[in-house]
């Protein structure tokens, strides 16, 4: 590949970067908000609820997300009704169909990692909670959420960084993204390895920021006495420490 | 004596039969990749069998080259990079010849060539412009749909870039089901998908544009439509360029093309190629 070649794609492919950037950003909030209502509704005291509910997140976590997009883009225009009626302002777009069906796949798969996340805290807690006269709301925001989020928080980034990554199969229903730029450079140029070895790095660059910025948010979130104690040596040797953070080192004869 | 010269003869015999395929099998079997869903150029029967106007004339010019030949379906997308990896020696399916990619690798002579077409839903009031100016005026700022890769996105990078919304579609179906469903206003291909689609039951709102957009207005369309294949296999080349000589001269790439398109999208034997 020259070099005329070599700037104008990664021009061409910078400027796909913000597609794949904004249907993320989108998908996201909403899939949260699928995900926050299916776990709603799962523990519902209504059977007729949690039923849905637990379909919902059945169907979508047990269908690949490439025929969710193909059903919902090719599949829903079939029917001349669906055209006439106020929802194809929606369905006509590709983009807005793209995050439709992002988010509830990304909903589905949240709703697991929250159903995780409240699983894992001790229902010792709750009663001590509750043994102090909090009212439920309180509990909720000052006790569950709280130690939810932090157990849920590295499933969570997971689910993140999947979704970005799934933003490429967008682009089989003509929503340019990085990866169907990709695709049309490769057969403008049919230089097939230098193009995706420079959207892979795009990806990864896309997704290192992330991985890191969530490690933060991780640690912040994290109470002190919790923290996995850094792995560098202790500036003064001192006794081990009380929790027995320290124990897996070996002691060195001084 | 006389029964000795019979015993040679059977000998004789026994050789000759025995030699055709031992040299049949020096040769090595022709891999044939191929869309399978560009009708009429490629497709697929219900029984999963390639079939097609490119699959046909394939199988004449393997016949003609006395050689095997085994096809393969994969989608156009991925085709030209398996090509060069090696894991087939020719590609066929209403493959356009273009200099970009005569610049890494290597075309049998043309053998059909024809026009690109808008086509639009025959409410869209689209139709009967007589000239491609007069059309272009009607289409600028319409959202317009087309296959990536193809002679008609060139077209449009071209023509109309930055005047009307592309939508890049991986396969020719999938473009169809949109133009259909109303989300490109137009599409463009190549005129024979278009003849496949407005004669299908479902196709029966859609009508191709005129004018005929051809390589006589715009030469970067190119020639016409021929084999791909690397440019280190001169050899199968050249039987093949042969074998459609011969095809060609006999009428019978005609007759397929008029089997499949309806008219003669044939074209002349290669000056260059074939001799006068």
Same mark, same amino acid.
């Given at each position: 590949?020259?070099?005329?070649? @070599?700037?104008r794609?990664a021009?061409?492919l ?5 597609? @794949?950037?904004?249907?993320a950003?989108?998908?996201l ?7 926050a209502?299916?776990t709603?509704?799962?523990?519902s005291?209504?059977?007729i609820?949690?039923?849905v ?7 979508f976590?047990?269908t690949?997300l490439?025929?969710?997009i193909f ?13 006439a ?6 369905l ?5 169909c793209?995050?439709?069906? *992002? ?10 990692? *929250? ?8 229902s010792?807690?709750?009663? =001590? ?5 909090l009212?439920?709301?309180?509990v909720?925001?000052? !006790? @569950?959420a709280?130690i939810?989020?932090r ?7 997971n ?8 933003t490429?199969?967008a682009?089989?229903?003509? !929503?340019?993204?990085?990866?169907g730029?990709a ?5 403008? @140029?049919f =230089?097939v390895?230098?193009v995706?070895? *420079?959207?892979?790095v ?8 992330l991985?890191?910025?969530l490690?933060?948010l ?6 002190d ?5 850094s ?5 003064h040797?001192?006794p081990?420490m009380?929790?027995?953070?320290g124990?897996?080192r070996?002691s060195?004869?001084t | ?6 015993r040679?003869?059977g000998?004789?015999s026994?050789c ?8 049949a ?5 022709v891999?044939?990749?191929?869309d399978g869903?560009?009708?009429?150029? %490629?497709?697929?029967t219900?029984?999963?069998?390639l %079939?097609?106007?490119d699959?046909e004339l ?7 080259m006395?050689r095997?030949c085994?096809?393969?379906a994969q989608p ?11 894991k087939?020696d020719?590609?066929?399916g209403?493959i356009s ?6 610049k890494?690798?290597a075309? %049998? ?6 026009p690109?077409?808008?086509a639009a ?10 000239t ?9 700022g319409k959202t317009?749909?087309v ?5 008609s996105q ?10 009307? %919304? ?7 179906d999938s473009?169809?089901?949109d133009l259909l469903?109303?989300r ?11 003849i496949?689609?407005t004669r299908s ?10 004018p005929?957009?051809d390589f006589?207005?715009?030469?970067y369309?190119?020639?016409g ?13 050249k ?6 000589c011969t ?9 397929i093309a ?6 003669d999208?044939s ?8 001799g006068a």
């Amino acid at each position: 590949m020259d070099f005329d070649t @070599t700037l104008r794609v990664a021009t061409e492919l910078f400027g796909a970067i913000w597609v @794949t950037l904004a249907l993320a950003a989108a998908t996201l909030p909403l899939g949260f908000l699928f995900a926050a209502l299916a776990t709603w509704a799962r523990n519902s005291r209504y059977r007729i609820v949690r039923l849905v509910a637990e379909a919902y997140v059945l169907v979508f976590r047990s269908t690949p997300l490439l025929v969710q997009i193909f059903l919902l883009y090719y599949g829903l225009s079939q029917f001349a009704w669906l055209r006439a009626s106020w929802a194809w302002i929606v369905l006509r777009d590709p983009f807005s169909c793209a995050i439709i069906a *992002m988010s509830l796949c990304a909903g589905a798969y949240t709703s697991e990692v *929250m159903r995780g996340g409240l699983a894992a805290i001790p229902s010792g807690v709750i009663e =001590a909670a509750r043994a102090l006269g909090l009212s439920q709301l309180r509990v909720f925001f000052l !006790v @569950t959420a709280p130690i939810a989020i932090r157990r849920a928080l590295p499933a969570y980034s997971n689910e993140i960084i999947v979704t970005l990554k799934s933003t490429s199969l967008a682009s089989t229903i003509t !929503v340019m993204e990085l990866t169907g730029v990709a695709k049309d450079l490769m057969s403008q @140029t049919f =230089a097939v390895i230098e193009v995706f070895c *420079m959207v892979a790095v795009i990806y990864l660059v896309i997704n290192m920021t992330l991985i890191f910025a969530l490690r933060r948010l991780e640690i912040w979130l994290t109470p002190d006495y919790l923290r996995v104690k850094s792995h560098r040596r202790p500036k003064h040797a001192g006794p081990a420490m009380p929790d027995g953070a320290g124990a897996w080192r070996p002691s060195r004869p001084t | 004596m006389f029964r000795n010269v019979t015993r040679l003869a059977g000998v004789l015999s026994l050789c000759a039969t025995l030699a055709v395929p031992a040299s049949a099998q020096e040769q090595p079997e022709v891999r044939i990749g191929t869309d399978g869903g560009y009708e009429p150029w %490629t497709s697929m029967t219900s029984d999963g069998e390639l %079939t097609g106007f490119d699959v046909e004339l394939a199988k004449l010019v393997c016949e003609r080259m006395k050689r095997s030949c085994r096809f393969t379906a994969q989608p156009w997308e991925g085709q030209i990079p398996a090509l060069e990896q090696g894991k087939y020696d020719i590609l066929v399916g209403g493959i356009s010849i273009t200099p970009e990619r005569q610049k890494r690798l290597a075309f %049998t002579q043309s053998y059909a060539n024809l026009p690109i077409n808008f086509a639009a839903a025959k409410s869209s009031g689209l139709n009967g412009k007589a000239t491609w100016p007069e059309l272009r005026a009607a289409l600028v700022g319409k959202t317009i749909g087309v296959q990536t890769g193809t002679q008609s996105q060139k077209f449009m990078d071209n023509e109309l870039k930055g005047e009307v %919304t592309l939508r890049l579609y991986d396969n020719q179906d999938s473009l169809n089901l949109d133009l259909l469903a109303g989300r490109v206003d137009a599409a463009l291909a190549g005129r024979s998908p278009w003849i496949a689609l407005t004669r299908s039951p479902q196709g029966e709102p859609i009508e191709v544009l005129s004018p005929n957009l051809d390589f006589e207005q715009f030469d970067y369309l190119g020639v016409g439509v021929g084999g791909l294949m690397r440019k280190d296999s001169d050899d199968l080349r050249k039987a093949w360029d042969e074998a459609l000589c011969t095809l060609k001269a006999e009428g019978e790439v005609k007759r397929i093309a008029e089997k499949w398109f309806g008219f003669d999208v044939s074209v002349k034997p290669d000056a260059k190629i074939c001799g006068a």
